[in-house]
Each structure stands twice: as structure tokens, then as C-alpha cells.
């Protein structure tokens, strides 16, 4: 496996790092450090987390984890990363000192197949979605374990926090279509609202008024809740099988990345698609960099990365690099570090 490096000036590739021992992973994910020091992927088939110094593009560390790692997340201080390993029976979070680079706890979550970490901001707590176990695992960030779970029963997969950290917002990823929405004081459901069929990934706006959620089927939807209401005001037609979604830096478009082959942006005030972009075969990830003039878009279907300038929204070019999936910008936005996989 490996790990790409691209000079996001100049959209060259600049370094192809090894990562792990096997020779192909079916999931990998990868997260800067807050300070853009670090790198940390998980290599899915290898039971490992690799550590990579920005500075020098090298793997500085490898840390043993459970099996089949996945969702990766640092806590907002910067202190800790929790690793969710999905193939462990019960499923199990490993917590890793970022000082370190080692493992100094591993949690049992309760559920089975723990799929995504997130933490609320105020960093009392991480919640963890268990897609098989239909549970959302909360975990008190201070003594690394299990306060709470919460019963969903319908393949959770996504979890985000409001910045004041009063709410969660959950996909159910299944033909009901509905995102939870949790309130984080009590650990309790408050809502449940009806969006498309297999809600996948929800990004919320900037400035939090609303919520955005991919309905990952072939009728190709968007949802858009008003987090005031907590209720849907919009559906959205875009490619099929949406995939991915992102707001810019500013809040005003969203980028979603569709199966079919290409991107959809759309228009946060008036909630309608202003362009189609036609990238690379099953793009997977979106991300913006910190401007918000660039965004890449991982093409695993072709093993390219698609360059938008978000001015234009058109591609001005196709990076190579070997079956792409997860992709991060650098907190000052001059890398990007790209992941490959399945």
C-alpha cells in the first residue's frame, strides 16, 4: 500500500510513501495533526495506523492496532486519535497517544463494525456509529470509555456535531432513509427525519443553519435540513449514487461526488445544482482546500485525481495516482495526501 503526496501549487506528485505490509486494503483513511506536523493513515488489511512526518514525507512510526482499522479521528486538542477497527467481534475503538504515537487504551464500543469516530467540540465526548449493531456508542473522552449507547436500529454509518456541541446528526444508511438527531446532554434521539433512500455522508454548513446529506441509491438525492427546525426543507436531484458531499470554506456551494462520474455543485442559498462536472469513474472523496479555490476529487474507477478550480467549476487537471479513495489537505493547504484502496 501507499500513500501519495501532491504539491497542491503545482499538482505534481512529489513523494509515493509505503504504508503498511499488504499488498492492497480494502478501506484506508487519513487525517492531518491539527498543527499539519503529522499524518496519520490507517492501513485497513494490515492492522496498523502509520505515522508520517510532513516535513520529510517519511514514515516515522506504525502503531499496532485492532483488526481492520477504518474511521480515524483527532481529538479537537489534539492529544489523542481514536481508530475505529471494524473487523474486531465486539468492535473496539484504540485510542493513540499523538505524544507517543502508541496505543494506551483500546475501548469496547458495544456494537459490532464501528465505522465512523467524530467528537463534539467541546471534547467531552466521541460518538462512534455501529452499522451491524444499529447502535451510536458515546465514549467520555476523559476516562477513554463507554458512557452511553444509543439505539438507532438502522445502520448508522455518519455522525457530525453542531460546533456548540448540543446535537448529533446521524445517517441510517438503509431504504428508510432517515437521519437521527440526538441531543448530546442526554444522549437521546429528539428526531428522526425522513430524507432519500441510503443516506451515506452528511457535511453541516458553516454557519450550521443547515445540513446536507447524500442519498446513496440510484435516484441520486441531496437532502437539506434546517438544524433550527431539525426538519427537511429540500431534496436536490444530482448524479447517481452520491457518494461524498462538502461545503466550501465560505459555506456558499456544495460539491457531491457521484458513482456515475461526476461532481455536482450546488448553491447553498437557493438550494439548486449550478453545474455538473464530468471527472474521473467513481469518484469517492471531495475535499477544498483552505481557500476554498481548489477542490480534488479521488477517481478510483480510473486511479486519477480530479483538479476543480471552484471559480470555473471545471477540471484543469488529472493526477495519476493508484486507486484513490481518501484524500486531506494540509491545514495551510500547500499538500495534499492521498490514500489508495478499494
Not at 183 to 196: A, E, L, Q, R
Not at 214 to 226: A, P, Q, R
Amino acid at each position: 500500500m501507499t500513500t501519495t503526496v501532491i504539491d497542491a501549487k503545482t499538482h505534481n506528485v512529489i513523494a509515493t510513501l509505503p504504508v503498511g505490509t499488504a499488498d492492497f486494503s480494502f478501506v484506508q483513511s487519513v487525517a492531518f495533526s491539527h498543527d499539519g506536523k503529522v499524518v496519520y493513515v490507517t492501513n485497513n488489511d494490515d492492522r496498523t495506523v502509520s505515522v508520517i512526518d510532513v516535513k520529510v514525507h517519511s514514515v516515522i512510526a506504525t502503531i499496532s492496532v485492532g483488526n481492520n482499522p477504518s474511521g480515524i479521528s483527532f481529538s479537537p486538542d489534539g492529544k489523542f486519535v481514536y481508530v475505529t477497527n471494524t473487523g474486531d467481534n465486539p468492535g473496539t475503538v484504540s485510542v493513540i497517544d499523538t505524544k507517543t504515537h502508541s496505543v494506551i487504551t483500546t475501548i469496547l464500543v458495544g456494537g459490532n463494525s464501528p465505522f465512523v469516530v467524530s467528537f463534539s467540540q467541546e471534547e467531552k465526548f466521541a460518538y462512534v456509529t455501529n452499522p451491524e449493531s444499529g447502535i451510536v456508542s458515546v465514549i467520555d473522552t476523559k476516562t477513554h470509555s463507554i458512557i452511553s449507547s444509543i439505539l438507532i436500529d438502522n445502520a448508522p454509518v455518519d455522525v457530525v456535531f453542531s460546533d456548540d456541541g448540543k446535537f448529533a446528526y446521524v445517517t441510517n444508511n438503509d431504504d428508510l432513509g432517515t437521519v437521527s438527531v440526538i441531543d448530546v446532554k442526554s444522549h437521546s434521539i429528539i428526531s428522526t427525519i425522513s430524507v432519500g433512500n441510503f443516506p451515506l455522508a452528511i457535511a453541516l454548513s458553516p454557519k450550521e443553519k443547515l445540513a446536507y446529506t447524500v442519498n446513496n441509491d440510484d435516484l441520486g438525492t441531496v437532502s437539506v435540513i434546517d438544524t433550527k427546525t431539525q426538519s427537511l426543507i429540500t431534496s436536490i436531484s444530482v448524479g447517481s449514487f452520491p457518494r461524498d458531499v462538502a461545503f466550501s470554506p465560505d459555506g456558499k456551494l456544495i460539491y457531491v461526488t457521484n458513482e456515475s462520474g461526476t461532481v455536482s455543485v450546488i448553491d447553498v442559498k437557493t438550494h439548486s445544482v449550478i453545474a455538473t462536472i464530468i471527472v474521473g469513474g467513481s469518484p469517492i472523496d471531495v475535499s477544498f482546500n483552505n481557500e476554498g479555490k481548489l477542490a480534488y476529487v479521488t477517481n478510483s474507477g480510473d486511479s486519477t485525481i480530479s483538479v476543480i478550480d471552484t471559480k470555473t467549476h471545471s477540471v484543469t487537471s488529472s493526477i495519476i495516482v493508484n486507486t484513490p479513495v481518501a484524500i486531506a489537505f494540509s491545514p495551510d493547504g500547500k499538500l495534499a495526501y492521498v490514500v489508495e484502496g478499494n
